[in-house]
């Protein structure tokens, strides 16, 4: 018969054994953390298009490829990428602008992928000028341009890609910026809100979620369809894209691929997976927001995140074209294939 003092060292023996691989779970994530790259990725402000670099943070996407992701706003475009030409971040999610300007100044960046290969801008009306001008939502776009004569219209800032849009939109319509029509910045989404409703701009062109706000308060009336795909000048035009320096990217392509494999899971995700499954992590990351309009902001954007990350000549020519004609690009359009690659995708 087994002694008690050997029964004790058994049980000792038997609970160790259950004991210690519990331990070492518990453990496991922060040793996993721990064991992850550090990368620092900047955006230039927290709007819905950016959605995949929070996906890939909260779904562990970017965790399963090894990469402890921060991602970093900077208020603004221009500091963003101002941060990856400094050397101070690793990647950056941004407009295109800066590919295409920062070439000209001989400081060559590269796009890595394509993550939104429409206009992520639209434009919203104040309803109460649409009705007086007598413009229905079947009223041709450029009619609804050429109304504008002798309004104020806005972006968020003088040279944002917001502002850009107002210009461009002005000048389809034949209308010249500043004199037929005032083009002005008017701040974020509560300032683009106040100045439409109480009519001091009759149009603001926005990113989401501020043009789905908009419409939902009742005071105002979406006139574009960029997201959609509606508008063939910004179909097929990169909008969005991963920056990378050419030296970083070559000194480390494993990361490159890495991240890019991290957020075109992302954009799968998002694409794939029903609103209300998203509707928590949506809530934590866009506050504020009611639920309906969220789920109209995640349909609306939906379809214009690129599920491959492929940039092609055209969007990087539609894209130049939108910058020249805005005046922030001065010389002609590079060949693609210097500022921009599709090494880095999955081959297939």
Avoid at 109 to 117: D, E, G, Q
Wanted: one cysteine or more; charged letters at 20%.
């Amino acid at each position: 018969m087994t002694s008690i003092a050997s029964r004790i060292r058994i049980l000792a023996l038997v609970s160790a054994a259950f004991v210690a691989p519990a331990l070492v779970l518990a453990a496991s994530p922060a040793v996993a953390q721990a064991s992850l790259k550090k990368i620092k990725i900047t955006i230039p402000v927290p709007a819905f298009g950016f959605y995949p670099l929070y996906v890939g943070v909260d779904q562990g996407f970017f965790a399963k490829e090894g990469y402890d992701v921060e991602i970093i706003s900077t208020a603004g475009d221009g500091p963003d990428v101002d941060a990856l030409i400094a050397g101070s971040v690793d990647f950056s999610l941004s407009t295109p602008n800066r590919l295409l300007t920062a070439h000209e100044q001989g400081k060559p960046l590269l796009a890595v992928m394509t993550t939104m290969n429409r206009m992520g801008i639209e434009c919203v009306m104040n309803k109460a000028f649409a009705d007086r001008a007598g413009l229905k939502a079947d009223t041709p776009l450029d009619d609804k341009l050429k109304a504008l004569k002798g309004q104020a219209i806005a972006g968020t800032r003088p040279g944002a890609f917001t502002y850009l849009a107002a210009l461009r939109y002005a000048k389809r319509a034949h209308l010249e910026p500043q004199k037929d029509v005032k083009v002005i910045g008017v701040g974020g989404a509560a300032s683009m809100l106040a100045a439409l409703e109480n009519e001091q701009v009759v149009l603001a062109c926005t990113a989401s979620p501020t043009p789905e706000m908009a419409e939902a308060r009742g005071k105002s009336v979406q006139i574009t369809s960029n997201l959609a795909g509606k508008d063939e000048e910004y179909n097929d035009f990169i909008y969005q894209l991963l920056y990378a320096r050419p030296d970083y990217a070559q000194k480390n392509p494993e990361v490159v691929k890495g991240i890019i494999r991290g957020i075109l899971k992302s954009i799968a995700y998002i694409q794939d997976t029903p609103a209300d499954v998203q509707l928590p992590k949506l809530r934590e990351r866009f506050s504020g927001i009611p639920d309906d309009v969220m789920v109209k902001m995640l349909d609306n954007n939906r379809s214009s995140y690129k599920r491959d990350g492929v940039t092609t000549k055209t969007s990087i020519e539609k894209a130049a074209a939108f910058l020249k004609d805005s005046g922030v690009l001065k010389s002609n359009v590079p060949d693609w294939q210097s500022i921009a690659t599709n090494q880095y995708l999955p081959q297939k």
